[in-house]
């Protein structure tokens, strides 16, 4: 959980401001893509990871197969976060007023953790504190935070977040029609199309045929049995994540 909050706290953060000075100043180097890629893959990798051993520390959930289960799970991943962070990029580009736009999505997935009333720490403030953060997350990939099917939040999610992730090459060609004219606007235009596809395929493959049965999805502090145990004893559980 820590490895996951550090990675969208400090590597997302600092990977759209890379991309940013790549796309906005031209400043380009095959080490600075393959940085990039590496940096991508890290970020899809966090989220496995933690559901991994997330799943392995609770009995009374399936665990996640290794092999091409995982491996599906990490294309899901990296298909779906990538374009997400390219198109807020894309927003950054148009109008730094964006980031605005990006503290409104910020606050809506804030409220929901909110309203889904989440019982993870065992200080109220601390509390807070975590659903801000998974606020964050939200911000550029879907998190389940009480555990129960996920179906319906899912899928309202990915297509909220499709049609913003469209939305920003659109503007800027309106807005900015000289961008159309630099060598990165039509392919990273195919690039968000093509990997969001490939993102949603992965998602679809992996939910309707490899996700372990009998159990949800990115489980976090929903599960019955889970409201049974002390809050010390879950605390525990977790920090040995």
């Known amino acids: 959980m820590l490895r996951m909050f550090e990675t969208f706290l400090e590597s997302v953060p600092q990977l759209i401001l890379q991309v940013y000075i790549i796309l906005e100043h031209n400043h380009r180097s ?10 991508f893959v890290n970020i899809a990798w966090a989220t496995v990871d933690y559901r991994r051993c997330l799943r392995r520390s609770l009995p009374h959930i399936n665990e996640m197969p290794c092999g091409i289960p995982t ?6 991943k990296i298909f779906t976060i990538t374009p997400r962070i390219l198109s807020l990029t894309l927003f950054i580009m148009l109008s730094p007023l964006s980031t605005l736009a990006m503290a409104l999505i910020w606050l ?16 109220p403030v601390l509390e807070q504190l975590y659903r801000a953060i998974v606020g964050v997350i939200l911000v ?7 555990g129960v099917k996920t179906r319906v939040p899912m899928t309202v999610y990915y297509i909220v977040s499709v ?3 469209l939305a920003a090459p659109i503007l800027l060609y309106l807005l900015k029609p000289e961008s ?28 309707s045929l490899l996700h372990p049965r009998g159990s949800v999805a990115d489980e976090i502090d929903g599960i019955e049995e889970l409201k049974q145990e002390t809050k010390s004893t879950r605390l525990d559980r977790f920090l040995q994540i």
């Open 71 to 76: 491996a599906v799970y990490l294309f899901y």
């Open 108 to 123: 809506v997935g804030t409220i929901w953790a909110i309203v889904e009333k989440t019982d993870f720490c065992m200080s």
């Open 30 to 39: 095959n080490l600075q893509y393959i940085s990039m890629a590496v940096s």
């Open 180 to 207: 159309e004219r630099t060598d990165y606007f039509v392919p990273i235009i195919f690039f968000i199309l093509i990997t969001n596809s490939l993102g949603l395929g992965f998602l679809g493959l992996y939910y």
């Open 163 to 165: 049609c913003q992730n």
């Open 140 to 146: 550029f990939t879907f998190f389940n935070i009480k």
